[in-house]
């Protein structure tokens, strides 16, 4: 029976009592009404119904080296390959030897045949490659990893190897987390390159002694990727704070850019000044507040309270400043502000404002210039300052716009925060300079590192400057690859969204296939990073998202004419919808014909464990592991189709930093403004091509109303009321339905899925020929259907959004999904159902009559999978 902790009420429908948990979370066993035990033995191979080995016939790279031709990888004798694979990461990929046979043959079975081993440069043995030097590989650690590569190959499958992933190069500023890997740094930084290289040297001519090769030449070696999620184009304020030698590594570099890009300072002034005027006259009133408050004014909306004094200036600089006492918050953030009404400002005129400021305590304040009527906008100046214990100096300058005459209003916008404010010092004038400052020039060799808000001629040097930089760090790499140690993998440099538009323009030119990452609802760390016990999801089903979830945001960074991977992909435990990771993933891949899927990860503490270790381990999660057999039909046997003709959005390259000054590194704003729906690709495959020429779409692309139905019409998305989304597919190999499918019948074709209302009317049900025929023909078809997947008492918060630490026991339990399931144009079948490792163990009661074949599923067969075949 199922506990609960705020009570329970009874049902009774046909005499059986059903517990049906309140509001409150529910810890559950294999006892819980509804549930049951099933494990999926993570070192099985033994050979069942299930099993998918027969798609790696031979060890991999028997046919030749991996290679590109036109959009899609090929092995040597030119027949297509696609990829689906996972992750090992820390000590998985280092297994022990007695265990690794057994990992890869599982794998095999599951219809895996790619590994990308990851985080290796992580740690000193045994979470890492290195001994305690932290710069010398460890023998030990090499050879296991050896091994395993080799009993992967065995098993037809291949290997991805990542260089540097999360290695902290020595010398790293401890305190700005931005550079936690020496990210963005090991761009510009010579010496964390030529450790880079030091690094790819050491691994990639390392010879494997069981494949008797150089991984460099090792035909099972399909892809090597440099960087992993590593850009220097992206919000460079971090950069600012850099502490040397890294800055001014970077300062000298800038310098010799501007000079190449530059003839002289004043064609840079021609390039960056927005405005330049003399320093003028006054626009504030009593600013030495000789006149006591005079002209200054406090707004405490609805219920705030708040006082302004005048006294004097502790620091000896002034004699007089503003001392504003907050009492009572209001309900708005913004009910609490000083300001300085009735002010006459110009429009296109450059003003500077300077101030000093100070509080009780570190806090944050708005200071603006704007409207004092509606809509209240700001008129050119809109900044956050940081105060502290101690009088700080600020001194803005901006160009007014939208002025109206004596309607405009200096603010400080004390967020509604309750404490002692000091202002002192307050000047507005007419002038400044809005480009290059008075004091730098190109001749000198003085010009800063320009802040984010910067002018537009400005940030646009420095966006360009940061592509040109990442480009010859990226081609350097690249050429030290192919050229110096002559490797044979594919190469790419980082997942393409790391730069917006610009890094989808980088994988265009240095990297042989395009990768990208996505997690459905990652979880999240309000307090301490990646912190054990302070964590949360929203634990909501990606069928609901108004937008098409992850899957949209991977398609639009495709690159025309270049095989694209999703090396790291899922939708993190404890969520209660995992289960629809691989149907909606691999069936949009296989419809956008991808050509590669890693689930991220595997999890190497325990190859044999019964329980969810963690947010994406793979092994021991068969909400995970149970489609794996339909995601190999789906995507690597083609088991959906693609729709062959994208639909491409046409770049200028020129385009490129223009956009980036105006909406960062937001790729989707991309496609936005050539006119493209943002579920576009979810009714349309989609590529990007970089060329001369205006910004176009290749095809005119409409907002699809109503469902979202794919070009091919296999794939069809019901968003419309999020109760009763559904995600369905209907192929000739296979059918599926995700999403809330309680209390409806979904028919798709010959098939038709008919279940119950539930507790949460939310399950992932998938049905897939495994032989590759049509599902009228096969002879051996899997069912899978899947809800809510957990650990025996694991421990939910009330909102069910978080286990903190408490992720329970062995072995994991699953929730039964009830369901009748007809076939409307079949012959007789027989339906049993299997256990863990796929063998079958009972029979399920087939029902004929005129309308079809049909059969029940649900708990009382304890089972995730059922085989369907003929008598």
Avoid at 348 to 353: A, I, N, Q, R, S
Wanted: hydrophobic share 35%; charged share 20%.
């Amino acid at each position: 029976m199922r506990t609960t902790f705020l009570g329970t009420f009874v049902l009774a429908i046909a005499m059986e009592v059903i517990i049906v948990c309140a509001p409150a979370p529910c810890q559950v066993t294999k006892d819980t009404l509804g549930w049951f035990e099933f494990v999926i033995p993570g070192l099985d191979a033994t050979e069942t119904p299930v099993s998918m080995s027969f798609l790696n016939p031979e060890p991999a790279g028997t046919a030749g080296f991996v290679e590109v031709e036109g959009s899609h990888f090929v092995d040597g004798s030119g027949r297509r390959l696609k990829f689906l694979g996972t992750n090992l990461t820390f000590s998985g990929a280092f297994p022990d030897k007695e265990v690794a046979p057994r990992i890869a043959a599982h794998m095999r079975k599951l219809g895996i045949n790619i590994v990308r081993f990851h985080h290796m440069d992580n740690s000193p043995a045994p979470r890492g490659i290195w001994l305690d030097d932290r710069k010398t590989f460890d023998p030990v650690q090499i050879d296991k990893l050896d091994w395993m590569i080799y009993q992967l190959k065995q098993n037809g499958i291949y290997t991805n190897l990542n260089l540097h992933v999360s290695r902290n190069y020595p010398g790293l500023p401890p305190d700005i987390r931005t550079f936690l890997f020496g990210k963005c740094l090991d761009h510009f930084y010579q010496p964390y390159i030529e450790m880079q290289k030091e690094y790819a040297r050491e691994l990639l001519m390392h010879r494997n002694p069981y494949t008797g090769t150089l991984y460099a030449h090792e035909p099972a070696v399909a892809f090597v990727e440099i960087n992993n999620e590593n850009t220097l184009i992206r919000d460079w304020s971090d950069l600012l704070r850099m502490p040397d030698p890294f800055k001014s590594a970077l300062l000298e570099q800038w310098h010799h850019w501007l000079r190449q890009t530059y003839r002289d300072t004043d064609e840079l002034r021609a390039d960056w000044d927005v405005a330049r005027e003399p320093i003028g006259d006054e626009v504030l009133r009593n600013t030495d507040l000789s006149e006591g408050d005079q002209y200054w004014a406090l707004e405490t909306g609805t219920s705030a309270r708040a006082k302004l004094e005048v006294s004097e200036d502790d620091s000896g600089l002034s004699k007089k400043t503003l001392h504003v006492i907050t009492l009572k918050p209001g309900e708005q953030s913004w009910n609490l502000q000083l300001h300085q009404l009735g002010l006459t400002l110009e429009d296109g005129v450059p003003y500077t404002l300077s101030f000093r400021a100070k509080s009780d305590d570190a806090r944050d304040v708005n200071v603006g210039v704007r409207l004092q009527k509606p809509p209240w906008s700001f008129l050119g100046l809109q900044k956050t300052v940081k105060l502290t214990t101690e009088w700080r100096e600020f001194r803005f300058v901006f160009q007014a716009q939208d002025t109206e005459p004596e309607l405009t209003r200096l603010s400080f916008n004390l967020r509604n925060q309750i404490g002692h404010f000091w202002f002192a010092d307050l000047s507005l004038k007419r002038g400044g300079t809005i480009g290059l400052a008075d004091d730098q020039s190109l001749e000198a060799g003085n010009i800063a590192l320009p802040q984010t808000d910067a002018p537009s001629g400005v940030r646009q040097s420095f966006w360009q400057f940061l592509i040109d930089t990442e480009m010859k760090y990226s081609e350097e790499m690249v050429r030290f690859l192919t050229d110096e140690l002559s490797i044979r993998p594919s190469v790419s440099v980082t997942q393409a969204s790391y730069g917006g538009i610009a890094g989808v323009y980088r994988e265009s030119e240095f990297s042989d296939y395009v990768d990208m990452h996505s997690y459905w609802q990652h979880p999240r760390f309000p307090a301490t990073p990646w912190s054990r016990k302070v964590w949360n999801i929203p634990n909501t089903s990606m069928v609901q998202d108004p937008n098409g979830g992850t899957l949209t945001r991977l398609a639009i960074h495709r690159v025309s004419g270049k095989p694209f991977t999703v090396s790291e992909y899922d939708h993190p435990a404890p969520n209660d919808h995992t289960a629809e990771m691989f149907p909606m993933l691999a069936s949009f891949a296989a419809f956008q014909d991808w050509d590669g899927l890693y689930q991220f990860d595997y999890n190497g503490r325990d190859w044999d464990q019964q329980r969810i270790s963690g947010y994406f381990s793979m092994n021991g999660h068969p909400g995970k592991l149970a489609f794996l057999p339909v995601a190999a039909v789906m995507f690597r046997m083609n088991g959906v189709s693609a729709d062959t003709e994208p639909t491409v959005l046409q770049f200028p390259t020129d385009e490129i930093v223009p956009q980036l000054t105006q909406h960062g590194t937001n790729t989707r704003a991309a496609w936005e403004a050539a006119g493209a729906s943002a579920v576009l690709p979810l009714t349309n495959a989609v590529a990007v091509q970089f060329r001369d020429g205006a910004l176009s779409l290749s095809r005119t692309a409409k907002e699809p109303s109503g469902k979202w139905i794919s070009h091919t019409g296999e794939i069809v998305w019901n968003k419309g009321d999020p109760r009763t989304a559904i995600y369905t597919i209907n192929s000739h190999v296979v059918r599926a339905a995700v999403g809330y499918l309680g209390g409806q019948t979904v028919t798709l074709g010959d098939v038709s899925i008919k279940m119950p209302q539930t507790e949460t009317n939310w399950a992932s049900i998938a049905i897939a020929a495994l032989d590759g025929k049509s599902i009228s023909k096969s002879d051996r078809i899997l069912l899978v259907a899947v809800g809510r997947v957990e650990n025996t008492n694991m421990g939910w918060n009330h909102d069910r959004t978080s286990v903190s630490d408490q992720w329970g026991n062995e072995p994991t339990v699953a929730e039964g999904v009830p369901a009748t399931i007809t076939f409307s144009k079949s012959d007789d079948r027989i339906v049993r159902s299997l256990d863990g490792t796929g063998m079958p163990k009972g029979n399920v009661p087939c029902h004929s009559s005129d309308a079809g074949t049909a059969f029940d599923i649900g708990a009382e067969h304890g089972t995730l999978w059922y085989l369907i075949t003929r008598p």
